[in-house]
């Protein structure tokens, strides 16, 4: 497995404020087979909103709608979605940098013991 892939999932309540910042850190990865899925649980704020704005800058990115089961359910159908053997969670409002997953998977990818 030269490049396998991995995914990011986001799951969010309520994080309007944070949700951009966070998707435009996983949507710019530098590591070229990444995907990401936002689970976005019941919100009522605008985090709606920016989702649909971020769509149309990112059209890959995948997004899931629950009904209010919590962030730790909502990571639980995020892993069922992902299509890899590669998992990073954010929420709503955490960031990372663009290199993230690309130096993780180097270390990982560089010990067969992990």
């Known amino acids: 497995m ?3 892939k991995a995914t990011i999932i986001i799951s ?9 910042q966070s998707i435009t850190s996983a949507m ?11 689970m976005e649980d019941a919100c009522t ?4 909103d920016v989702i649909d704005k971020l769509l149309l800058k990112y059209p890959d990115l995948e997004v899931e709608h ?20 590669y998992l990073v969670f954010l929420d709503g409002d955490d960031y990372i940098d663009k290199t ?4 993780t998977m180097d ?3 560089q010990d067969d013991n992990i």
């Not at 969010?12 to 951009?20: D, E, I, S, V, W």
């Not at 209010?68 to 909502?74: E, T, V, Y």
């Not at 993230?100 to 130096?103: A, G, I, L, P, S």
Request: overall charge negative; glycine content about 6%.
């Open 2 to 4: 030269n490049n396998p």
């Open 12 to 20: 969010t309540h309520n994080q309007a404020k944070y949700l951009g």
């Open 28 to 38: 710019s990865q530098t590591y070229s087979n990444t995907d990401v899925i936002v």
């Open 45 to 48: 704020d605008n985090t709606s």
């Open 66 to 85: 629950t009904e209010d089961i919590g962030s730790s359910n909502a990571r639980d159908i995020g892993v069922w979605l992902a299509s890899s053997d």
């Open 100 to 103: 993230f997953v690309e130096k």
């Open 107 to 109: 270390i990982m990818l």
